[in-house]
């Protein structure tokens, strides 16, 4: 079920992020939020090597997993510059499969063509997901929490 209250907090923390931590030129942030409603944001790792290169969302999933609190929401924006407006990129497939760990109904911004902020289900996003093809009972052990 959508809440925009939550969405467009969510939005908030990472665009305030990208303004504190790149106060010119291209700037990116992702929040991640917990069923117990606390907000994880981080930033991609910069390096020369972009095959060591991680995700923008994914200091952020670390953080709720260290806490092994449920994330409910995943969100990813970026800019080109100070001057330009924040878009919003829809998880890639790798992150995907990390939140899906958290289960198929983490809602996900994505990107739209009209540039309005949407979130929907991992499953609406991935409807033809490989897990689909197990048994629950047989993907529990990959979703168990301590």
Request: charged fraction near 25%; glycine fraction near 6%.
């Amino acid at each position: 079920m959508r809440n925009t209250a939550i969405e467009n907090k969510m939005f908030q923390i990472a665009k305030e992020l990208i303004e504190t931590r790149y106060p010119k030129g291209w700037g990116g942030a992702a929040v991640i939020r917990t069923q117990k409603d606390h907000y994880f944001s981080s930033v991609a790792i910069e390096t020369a090597n972009s095959s060591a290169a991680l995700c923008i969302e994914v200091g952020a999933m670390c953080e709720a997993h260290k806490y092994n609190e449920k994330v409910t929401h995943c969100l990813c924006i970026t800019r080109d510059d100070e001057n330009s407006s924040c878009k919003v990129l829809s998880p890639c497939g790798i992150c995907q499969e990390r939140l899906r760990f958290w289960g198929e109904d983490v809602q996900v911004g994505v990107t739209t063509a009209n540039g309005k902020l949407l979130f929907v289900e991992l499953r609406e996003l991935q409807p033809y997901h490989w897990t689909t093809a197990y048994d629950a009972e047989e993907l529990e052990h990959f979703t168990e929490e301590d």
